[in-house]
């Protein structure tokens, strides 16, 4: 199967800032796929070139399509919440259905009427009746209503409390993904959704710096916890991270082979927060 | 949460296909713009309405003395008539005038300021049919549904006055279709010279709604005011001041409403308003070079605001 997107030196500046520096990634069909860096490095200049939002230069191919001149056919086979104070204020919940239904060829009215007869959201409410939360889960079933081929999620759960977090990623993942689907996910909180992910990107002053699937990461990546004393020994294997917690330290290498690193102390797979914070760090550093 | 999340790739609830869909046909999902527009922009069918009601039913309120020489004849009340259906249509048309005004300044900000136009852009719809629409709505559907309106008004109100008040056996206001049908025509070419004349307006509005990052309100007026006044203290001439008058007016004038009066009322005689449909000058109107110049210039600023909507991105995301 093709890439659901091939990007190829992907560059776009704000006056002086670089928000994008040659960016080249490829996303696969039925991948969820985690776009992650810190704040201004870029994710958002990103998806909006993926979804048309925003000029820039490279080339850049989204499900076949061009997205600087293609947007509105684009929009057939992607669907994107941007952030969740997108919905417009004055617009009523039927309201919002009859226009998705009136303007999407593959938008489902009964699933989004099924999705929303399980929340506190009722038909005649208005936007800015809503709590944010019910605003998120009102997007969320407009979204999740249409079949789309590409869903992309720039912080969608941003200023929700973990009950409404959890809850949005239950049905994204029970009622919406399959392998025909692509989830592409930006999120501040790695930690809660870190499971989620079959791929990961991150991205830090525009350039991106790692790029590998969930299932290498653990092939590539080792952490090693080991007692102080046997540091020494640890670090002539020249760990690109190191961290200390309660006396014990933590290392992450990177292309080193268990049967090395095991014998100096406990081996697991990072985190992807953990092997987050220490790329953006070793980024730092050099 | 692992439970939840454990092994993603490997779901699977069939039934979505690879296959591209097709887009719906372009007059349903514009027929479903233009739905938007009256939701979001409320007043462009309340105000007009409110303000036609008013009207109607206006003759219910305080009394008159009808004590009319002029109109003690016959021929007289079908030319009041008509007089009346044109009075209750001009001042809808100076409400629409202003709820237009209002609407293209505020149109394409509008979903800036909220924030809203990355929803819009989130569905399958082009810069260009959403312009359109708005487009739509008041160089067209809104134009229409007032005269619709006026054409209601009158005959409430002719109703409502006559049943009121009678002048010895004759109504009021006295119903003469023809008479009626020659205004009512009269009335909407006026209507449709308006469109066509105040499109530039329109379209210029509808561009500074797109471009302007705040303050649409000044930036629309503020050239308009300080431009004259520079040409004035630079070059000590009025040609902007001129030409602005000309585009607010210049119309009427060639129409020959500017002695407008004397067609209608003289000598204690009141002819019927359709009468102006000889005596004005529709035919000259239409075909002045102005006119469509002017609608030239208004599609060159529709598709300046299309383009702006489409490649800006100063969108607070």
Redesign the interface.
Known sequence: MTAVIEARDLSKSYGATRALDAVSFTVEP???VGLIGPNGAGK?TAL?AI?G???FSGELSVLGLDPRAR???????V?????V????????VH?AL?????????FDRHRAQDFLRRTDIRMTSRVRELSKGMVTQL?LALTMAI?A?LLVL?EPTLGLDLLYR?KF??SL???Y?????TILLTTHQVE??E??F?DVIFINHGRVVLAESVEDLGSRYQQLTLAGEQAARARALHPFYEREVFGRVAMLFEGRSRDELGALGELRTPSIADLFVAKMQEGAST | ??T???D???????????A?????PPG??L???V??EF??HRYLWLAPTVVAALLAFSPLIGHAELDLPPFASAENRVALSTLVQWGLWMPLCVVMGFCLSYYMLDCLYA?RK??????W???????A?TVGSKVLVAAALVPLGVFVLALFTHLVFSTVLNLRYSFGNLPLLAFNVREWFKTEVTLFLVLLLSVLWYLPWGAYLLAVSAWARRSPFLWATLPLVLAPLLERMVFGTHYLWHFLNYRSYGIWTKLGIGHGGGHIISHNQVRPFGVLLYDLDFRGAFSDIDLWLGVAVSVALIYFAIRVR??R?D?A?
Not at chain 1, 79 to 83: E, K, L, S, T
Not at chain 1, 85 to 92: D, E, K, T, Y
Not at chain 1, 177 to 181: E, H, Q, T, V, Y
Not at chain 2, 20 to 24: C, D, K, N, Q, S
């Open positions: 039925g991948r969820i958002t909006k979804l939002l925003t000029t947007r509105d056919a684009l929009m057939r086979e669907c994107f919440i941007a952030d104070a997108v919905l417009p204020r004055w617009l009523r309201q009859t226009f998705c239904e009136g303007v999407h060829p593959r997007h079949d081929r720039d959890r990623y239950d993942l029970n009622d993904f399959d392998k025909d689907r809660e959704v499971n989620l079959t | 949460m692992n939840t999340f454990a993603p790739a490997d779901r699977n609830s069939g039934g979505s296909q690879a591209a869909a097709p887009a719906l349903r999902t027929l479903t713009l739905r938007r939701w979001e979903e909220d924030r809203s136009i990355l929803f852009k989130s569905l399958p719809v082009s810069d049919l489409g490649r991105d969108t995301w």
